[in-house]
């Protein structure tokens, strides 16, 4: 079976935003799917890991209290066993499951492709070289040209009058 590591924030869980009533923070929620697709990997046999960046910098101690707190407030959503991660560097996995991650499968074409489709989702991609012109009032080279005469030219190629 395969290793299968998942980002926990925007891909398992997500904010559950302020009650409007209240004013109060929902805390985090399931994001739809995400304890479905878990199940069944877990059912599946695989080995279900959790890599989070809430593990930055800090003290064994605190680590050791967050990785409980998420694997209490996972399994409180019925999520199945996981691990979680708290290591500083990435896991040897076989696969990754991310909101942010891009495939790499030999084919940097296709990364490239996911890549800026990913970044103009989010509104981050850079302006194609021409629209740059454009925005500066320099044109992106389709300006009309005269009208003319292709049998003009020919006659003139030819040395004709």
């Known amino acids: 079976m395969a290793w299968i590591v998942m980002d926990l924030d925007q891909t398992l869980l997500q904010s559950g935003g302020v009650d409007p009533e209240t004013g109060l923070d929902l805390g985090e ?19 279900l890991t959790i ?20 694997e209490q407030e996972l399994a409180a959503y019925g999520f199945p066993p996981m691990e979680v991660w708290t290591g500083s560097t990435k896991p040897d996995a076989d696969i990754f499951i991310g909101h942010k991650h891009v495939t790499y499968d030999g084919d940097w074409g296709l990364a ?14 850079a302006p194609m070289p021409d629209q ?30």
Do not use: W, Y
């Open 112 to 125: 490239l492709a996911q890549t800026e489709m990913m970044l103009n989702d989010m509104g981050l991609a």
């Open 51 to 70: 890599h989070t960046s809430r593990f930055a910098p800090m003290p064994s101690s605190e680590k050791q209290r967050l990785k409980e707190q998420i």
């Open 29 to 47: 929620m399931p994001i739809e799917g995400a304890l479905e697709a878990c199940m069944q990997l877990h059912a599946e046999g695989h080995r």
């Open 132 to 161: 740059g012109m454009q925005d500066a009032g320099m044109g992106d080279g389709s300006e009309q040209q005269p009208d003319v005469d292709v049998s003009e030219q020919q006659s003139d190629a030819d040395g004709n009058e």
